[in-house]
T-cell receptor, first 115, second 116 residues
Framework: DSGVTQTPKHLITATGQRVTLRCSPRSGDLSVYWYQQSLDQGLQFLIQYYNGEERAKGNILERFSAQQFPDLHSELNLSSLELGDSALYFC??????????????FGQGTRLTVV | GENVEQHPSTLSVQEGDSAVIKCTYSDSASNYFPWYKQELGKGPQLIIDIRSNVGEKKDQRIAVTLNKTAKHFSLHITETQPEDSAVYFCAARQLNSGGSNYKLTFGKGTLLTVNP
């Protein structure tokens, strides 16, 4: 068990809908990272938060947004869903925000299926 | 941006044999190279990493080598066991102090199967 908790494990929704994925980092970790994993694109970095503030942005679509709350849990919001958004979404955490910190701990992921 | 190529995409070995997975990167500014293991139904797990000021690092049956000039790095697993069967990912990052451009860029993964 990595200590990073993601809910829900599975999500099936229709095109055009909006969903929220939740991540609780390991105790003491202040940074949260979101990744998307699909067969064709592999693992793609989406966004990072540190102690409530956005720190780095990757290949995140404008339809997607995220935030980190005062209790350090994070939510990834996906809206106007398309079939191509079907993927595994992973959250990872680390203690700090700087380049010497590594996403060593990933959650088990949320499998999103858009139908 | 950074591009990481990983080979082979699948690798099948007999228990006890060695396995080698190779990655190349494009951005010479990258200086941190972690390897992850992902088992079915689980998230990636960091198994070993290497920074560019080191040419080789070993942890029990796992070792990683880095050739900065050629911009490639490799994962070596010796005395493989069935529980080593998983998908392995390499990644690269710039450890630029103070910068935010240090996202991890992953290879596409290698499915390793260790046959008993």
């Amino acid at each position: 068990d990595s200590g990073v908790t993601q809910t829900p494990k599975h999500l099936i929704t229709a095109t055009g809908q909006r969903v929220t994925l939740r991540c609780s980092p390991r105790s003491g970790d202040l940074s949260v990272y979101w990744y998307q994993q699909s067969l064709d694109q592999g693992l793609q970095f989406l966004i990072q938060y540190y102690n409530g503030e956005e720190r780095a942005k990757g290949n995140i679509l404008e339809r997607f947004s995220a935030q980190q709350f005062p209790d350090l849990h994070s939510e990834l919001n996906l809206s106007s869903l398309e079939l191509g958004d079907s993927a595994l979404y992973f959250c990872a955490s680390s203690v700090g925000q700087g380049p010497m910190n590594t996403e060593a701990f990933f959650g088990q992921g949320t499998r999103l299926t858009v139908v | 941006g950074e591009n990481v190529e990983q080979h082979p995409s699948t690798l099948s070995v007999q228990e006890g044999d060695s396995a080698v997975i190779k990655c190349t990167y494009s951005d010479s500014a990258s200086n941190y190279f972690p390897w992850y293991k992902q088992e079915l139904g689980k998230g990636p797990q960091l198994i070993i990493d290497i920074r560019s000021n080191v040419g080789e690092k070993k942890d029990q049956r796992i070792a990683v080598t880095l050739n900065k000039t050629a911009k490639h790095f490799s994962l070596h697993i010796t005395e493989t066991q069935p529980e080593d069967s998983a998908v392995y990912f390499c990644a690269a990052r710039q450890l630029n102090s103070g910068g935010s451009n240090y996202k991890l860029t992953f290879g596409k993964g290698t499915l390793l199967t260790v046959n008993p």
